[in-house]
């Protein structure tokens, strides 16, 4: 089977992520990761891996939980999202950044206590070897907690903003909202896949929480200019602003113009 490449997350795209997508998709589940990684009631001195950590929302939340003498490394394969998250997240000795591939981890077998990891694993190109390295650094006993989006059915904002844009390009319409962030939920799959990779306990959860915008334009800002679908759009020669005002119509007439309301939908997988 052909792997697809991971997706690039680079010029103006990182920063319209963290700026108008993660307060709105983000924030609630970062807080959610860090509430799970508590209970794993960790040891004193714990070592926390923290994978695809993008612009830093789930490091600073993490952060908010773990004991003075533990450690955090959290790492991203995009320097620029990074370069973001170092901004972002308020210097910390507990803390240390580095780039990192989550299919190919540079650090020693048994090195850490547990694993974060939000809304990365659908991007990575070889699934089960991500797997395989996240079992290989993990200490034995070690947990590895993350989470992927449920299907665009379960999260309608995201589900309205790919109809609208297979209603503006039919005979190719910009496919990453589809095939990556909500293209990999099903859960025997994803256990499956899980098991494949070392695992022997695997746990998944369904949450769903509310996704508020403060206005449908800034909603419909986020997923278009947040995402690689700009670059999708930018290989169609789109006009952004364009695209961006068309969408947002259709989101404030589904689910509110000022706030823009929807239900979300994630799983969330732990595996010992």
């Not at 580095?98 to 990891?117: H, M, N, T, W, Y």
């Not at 907690?145 to 299907?151: G, H, K, M, Q």
């Not at 190719?172 to 990999?184: C, T, V």
Request: net charge neutral; proline share 7%; hydrophobic share 45%.
């Amino acid at each position: 089977m052909a792997i697809t490449p991971a997706p690039t997350f680079a010029g103006s795209i990182p920063e319209n992520y963290h700026r108008i997508l993660g307060p709105i998709l983000f924030e609630t589940y970062a807080k959610d990761m860090a509430a799970r990684l508590t209970a794993l009631r960790l040891p004193a001195g714990a070592r926390v891996l923290e994978t695809a950590a993008g612009s830093g929302i789930v490091t600073k939340s993490l952060l908010g939980v773990m004991p003075p003498q533990s450690q955090l490394l959290a790492t991203d394969l995009s320097e620029p999202m990074l370069t973001l998250a170092r901004g972002f997240v308020p210097a910390d000795p507990r803390l240390t950044f580095s780039q990192a591939d989550g299919c190919a981890l540079p650090f020693k077998d048994r090195e850490f206590d547990a694993i974060v990891c939000q809304y990365g694993v659908m991007f990575f190109p070889d699934k089960v070897k991500s797997m395989q390295e996240a079992r290989r650094v993990l200490k034995p006993g070690g947990t590895y907690l993350f989470n992927v989006w449920d299907s665009l059915e379960r999260n309608p904002i995201a589900a309205a903003v790919q109809t609208e844009l297979d209603a503006m390009y039919p005979q190719n319409p910009p496919s990453f909202l589809r095939k990556m962030p909500f293209g990999w939920s099903d859960r025997a799959e994803i256990e499956r896949v899980v098991m494949t990779g070392g695992f022997e306990h695997v746990t998944l959860t369904d949450v769903a929480a509310v996704c508020v915008a403060a206005d449908a334009e800034k909603a419909a800002r986020a997923f278009v200019m947040g995402t690689p679908v700009a670059a999708d759009l930018a290989e169609r020669k789109a006009d952004m602003e364009a695209v961006v005002s068309r969408v947002a119509g259709v989101l404030a007439g589904r689910f509110g113009k000022s706030p823009c309301r929807a239900v979300m939908s994630a799983v969330v997988v732990e595996a010992r």
